[in-house]
């Protein structure tokens, strides 16, 4: 139906937006300077959006084989694919709030 062809337009357009952040993001990491203990909150942002940024494309390819092929294992991997890139996000997101934000910015006291 026409969901289908929406939610593989934002899967690719993700995939490709994350290819565009990680490559951004380590332009900007080569020119950014953080105290000693940020350094490896950058280190692990870097490598967490460059894994957000694989993770998305085997998405977008898992999604475009499932709709190519109807096989139930090209969906199972498509969906496992998809909630783990979402974790990534979500993940590499909280690194990257620690650099700009401090290392205790969810601190509520």
């Not at 951004?24 to 280190?43: I, M, R, V």
């Not at 993770?55 to 498509?78: C, G, I, M, P, W």
Request: with cysteine; glycine share 10%; aromatic share 12%.
């Amino acid at each position: 139906g026409p969901m289908e062809h929406v939610s593989r337009f934002c899967v690719l357009t993700g995939a490709l937006s994350a290819v565009v952040a990680a490559t951004l993001g380590w332009a900007a990491g080569w020119h950014a300077s953080y105290p000693g203990e940020l350094t490896e909150t950058l280190d692990s942002h870097r490598w967490l959006g460059t894994a957000t940024a694989i993770f998305a494309l085997a998405t977008a390819y898992f999604n475009h084989r499932f709709h190519s092929s109807r096989q139930e294992r090209d969906l199972k991997v498509y969906r496992v694919l998809l909630v783990a890139s979402g974790g990534l996000v979500a993940v590499t997101g909280h690194f990257g709030a620690m650099l700009i934000y401090g290392l205790d910015h969810f601190s509520f006291s």
